[in-house]
């Protein structure tokens, strides 16, 4: 059987699809044997872009191996780094996967008159009521809100002075940093 040819670009993708796989096909000392054969078929079938580990040390055997799999299995060599081999053979399991790499994905993008919703409310289904949002009025078309502080209640100047009778000093801090005191200050000491 041919050894399936890829474009430069599809085997770019399906080395950054491979990369969070495991390898599914271990081949140990034995080699290359027809039940190890049998068996990257198998996966290939199923899964179509799979990871095979090989045992050796010798990196001829191993690119030989590579050669003997896709020639007799018909399918092409994505990737081989060290001890691992990337294989990937067209199928009706990978339809799924093509389907994928050619839907075009575009970002959602929220328009400047809706409102931010944070993920995790929007995966929920809510939204935030936020009160200080203005309304719109169903009869009229000018905006209408609520002044800030009308909730909440008027601070008369008394209530603002503090209720612990300790007397406030004149000036500012840097002042009184600097050395100058009050007259009660002085006497004291």
């Known amino acids: 059987m041919p050894t399936l040819e890829l474009t430069s670009k599809e085997r770019s993708a399906l080395r950054s699809a491979a990369h969070p796989l495991k390898p599914v096909v271990l081949i140990g000392d034995n080699g290359l044997t027809e039940a190890v054969l049998k068996e990257i078929d198998?996966?290939?079938?199923?899964?179509?872009?799979?990871?095979?580990?090989?045992?050796?040390?010798?990196?001829?055997?191993?690119?030989?191996?590579?050669?003997?799999?896709?020639?007799?299995?018909s399918c092409a060599n994505?990737?081989?780094?060290?001890?691992?081999?990337?294989l990937y053979r067209h199928g009706a399991a990978n339809r799924i996967f093509e389907e994928k790499e050619a839907e075009v994905h575009e970002r959602s993008y929220r328009k400047p008159s809706e409102p931010y919703t944070p993920k995790k409310l929007a995966a929920a289904g809510k939204s935030i009521k936020d009160k200080r949002r203005k309304k719109v009025d169903r009869g009229n078309s000018e905006l209408v809100s609520k002044p800030r502080n009308a909730s909440r209640p008027a601070i008369s100047k008394s209530a603002a002075s503090p209720s612990h009778n300790i007397p406030r000093r004149a000036g500012s801090a840097l002042s009184l940093r600097a050395g100058r005191r009050s007259s009660t200050a002085r006497r004291g000491s």
């Open 78 to 86: 994505i990737n081989h780094v060290g001890k691992t081999l990337i």
């Open 42 to 73: 198998a996966s290939l079938t199923v899964h179509g872009l799979i990871k095979v580990r090989v045992a050796g040390d010798d990196r001829q055997a191993r690119i030989d191996m590579l050669g003997q799999i896709c020639d007799t299995l």
